[in-house]
């Protein structure tokens, strides 16, 4: 897959890596490992987008135009303030087009020209 520039790693996101990656501890990955990766995610990024109170109700108003989880409208709220453009994503009904951001899921395969 391509890496898209500028890359934005949203809040939300490192939270959601490092819960996930606890259920990789059988597998031998480690706690610090994990915190290892969201440093090297921090380091690559181009910019962090963190939470601010106005998301909650932007993401109240993206839940109801279109049908999201909460988590989901959050995710999608911080990405458009951020102004993110695109977000890979297997969930949220990808691929589609959110208030300018486009949703698409990198496990499908791409359309062929």
Known sequence: MATERPFALVWQIGCEFLAASRTLIPLGFTAAQAW????????????IVLPVPEIWTEAQSLQT????????????A?????GV???????????????GLSLVNPFLPTPSP
């Open 85 to 99: 453009t695109l977000l890979y994503t297997e969930e949220m009904g990808a691929p589609r087009m959110i208030d």
């Open 78 to 82: 911080a990405c458009v303030r951020g």
């Open 65 to 76: 135009r279109h049908m999201l989880s909460f988590w989901d409208s959050l995710l999608v």
């Open 36 to 47: 290892g990766d969201l440093a090297d995610m921090r380091l690559v990024a181009d910019a």
